[in-house]
């Protein structure tokens, strides 16, 4: 039976309804508790809200998907999602456990006129998939939770005109916070990391020894995450954290290191190994080359030679 079309959620007043939980005291920001929620998935629900989600479960009785990953919950995770992004629920039978935690809703409208509404595009853990979540500590736990019961409380107190100032300097402190504790995972769990970067490296070379490359031109950054079956921001911040560089300049670096080789041991012309690199123009390939190495790709073959 195909999924039913997904709900849309476009106010916070209108994702507490539907969750049947308590009204929010705020109509553009609050903190909701997931052990007050009573809705029951008796089956599975996907639903588009238009505002920010920031949630850390435990104990989670539900699978979620997100992309095209299924994510099963245990305890002391956090992931992030932005407005608009595709959220598929359904609850798991196996579990009788009691699903706690919290998440914050956060209303683009709240963030208007505040530096917050344009910085809060640069934390790119908004675009990880499920599958990503941010593995908390008990202590990360208990920092980023301490925060959000402040908001809770802000949210609760009577409005003043300090109220907007004090949300956002707490919303600003947890998603600092949260990018630390990326930053710290990239790097703590560097065995899966490596496993990553491993199968980077093979499917980069399995591509550029393929035909694919005098066809498509070179993979794209898309192309790549979707073969890791990641998502494209979360592949670049681990190899940023553990390499220094982008999945983008892993990319270069591999056609580079082709077109050294083509250089080095054939007697093709610039304008054909641009040709087999994918480049249309030799002019582009000549360009690139010169950026990565210094030299030009005829300085390079006659310093070679």
Not at 8 to 19: A, D, G, L, P, V
Not at 141 to 163: P, W, Y
Request: glycine content about 4%.
């Amino acid at each position: 039976m195909p999924d039913q079309k997904p709900v849309r959620i476009k106010t916070i007043s209108e994702y507490h309804k539907f969750m049947q939980l308590p009204m929010p005291e705020h109509p553009l920001v609050s903190v909701a508790r997931f052990e007050d929620v009573k809705r029951q998935y008796k089956e599975p629900v996907s639903r588009i809200m238009d505002f920010y989600s920031i949630a850390i479960k435990r104990n989670a009785n539900v699978r979620m998907k997100y992309g095209q990953q299924d994510y099963d919950f245990n305890e002391g995770i956090m992931f992030c999602m932005s407005p608009g992004q595709l959220l598929r629920v359904e609850m798991d039978k196996t579990k009788k456990r009691e699903h706690t935690g919290w998440n914050l809703l956060i209303h683009p409208d709240f963030l208007w006129n505040t530096p917050l509404a344009r910085t809060i595009k640069k934390y790119e853990y908004f675009q990880y998939s499920v599958n990503e979540a941010l593995f908390l500590s008990p202590k990360e736990e208990e920092t980023l939770t301490g925060i959000m019961q402040h908001i809770e409380r802000e949210c609760q107190a009577n409005v003043d005109k300090f109220s907007q100032d004090v949300i956002i300097a707490q919303i600003e402190l947890l998603l600092t916070y949260t990018q630390r504790f990326y930053h710290r995972q990239f790097l703590t769990r560097k065995i899966t990391g490596h496993k990553i970067l491993d199968r980077l490296e093979q499917i980069l070379s399995d591509y550029f020894n393929s035909e694919d490359l005098g066809k498509h031109g070179s993979p794209s950054v898309v192309y790549i995450a979707e073969k890791l079956n990641i998502s494209p921001n979360y592949l670049s911040d681990l190899l940023k954290a553990l390499t220094g560089q982008s999945t983008r300049q892993h990319i270069h670096e591999k056609l580079i290191e082709k077109a050294k080789e083509r250089l080095s041991t054939t007697n093709l012309s610039i304008g054909e190994i641009a040709y087999e690199l994918g480049f249309e123009y030799p002019q582009s390939f000549s360009k690139l080359f010169k950026t990565k190495t210094k030299l030009s790709p005829v300085e390079f073959r006659q310093s070679f030679n």
